[in-house]
């Protein structure tokens, strides 16, 4: 069974410029979620999908940032513009729709640079 | 707020045992994971704890003292390869599943 994918593995761009993160969820994970770890931070939570409806974008910083689930398969994260603040690994993890331990498969991550 | 804490670095030798300890004070709990991450790939869940008391997986094990907001990772027989990061991360109570991580232990084994 294919595990959570993540592209590109690493994106560097310049400041203004806009990219877009994808993940593929392990198929048939209802439960889709947004990280980001900031060099030297700790892993912080963006956003949660539930199929293709946001369960909880509280951890979203601002505006620039756009997530999506077509059709409630996989996830695009657009950053428009990027700003130097937003460098960092952006990590997508999956899990069942009925979880026992409840526990979150993850991708290896997006490594986003701005110059 | 949400506040984990545990050592950024640690030192073992391998073939003996090491403990990673967190401790969290969050505005509500619902289990605490133990993530391990090698540079440059996915954390991978290693153990989960809801109630007080220890459990045990193979050579790893993990302990949870709710009224203490403390955790431990229990590494035994260290080997080489156990070199990673160590995730301690809290669960959300609200029940959306998300985790509140805490910086990570970078842990060194050496010969």
């Known amino acids: 069974e294919a595990g959570v994918t993540q592209f590109p593995s690493h994106s560097v761009i310049e400041k203004g410029q806009t990219v877009t993160l994808r993940c593929d969820p392990i198929s048939g994970h209802d439960n889709l979620y947004w990280y980001r770890r900031v060099m030297g931070k700790e892993i912080k939570f963006l956003l949660h999908f539930v199929k293709e409806s946001k369960q909880d974008e509280s951890g979203m910083p601002n505006n620039r940032f756009l997530a999506e689930r077509t059709g409630g398969t996989y996830s695009t994260l657009k950053v428009q513009p990027a700003e130097l603040e937003d460098s960092g690994v952006y990590f997508c993890?999956?899990?069942?729709?009925?979880?026992?331990?409840?526990?979150?498969?993850f991708g290896e991550g997006s490594r986003l640079t701005v110059l | 707020g949400q506040n984990i804490d545990q050592p950024t670095e640690m030192t073992a030798t391998e073939g003996a045992i090491v403990q990673i300890n967190c401790t969290y004070q969050?505005?509500?709990?619902?289990?605490l994971f133990w993530y391990q991450q090698h540079a440059g790939e996915a954390p991978t869940f290693l153990s989960y704890?809801?109630?007080?008391g220890l459990e045990e997986k193979g050579r790893f094990s993990s302990f949870l003292s709710r009224s203490k907001g403390y955790s431990y990772l229990l590494l035994k027989e260290l080997q080489m390869k156990d070199s990673a990061s160590y995730l301690c991360?809290?669960?959300?109570?609200?029940?959306?599943?998300?985790?509140?991580f805490g910086t990570g232990t970078r842990l060194t084994v050496i010969p």
């Open positions: 993890a999956s899990s069942p729709g009925t979880p026992n331990t409840g526990e979150l498969f």
């Open positions: 704890n809801v109630l007080d």
């Open positions: 991360a809290v669960r959300d109570p609200t029940g959306a599943n998300n985790l509140f």
């Open positions: 969050t505005s509500g709990f619902n289990g």
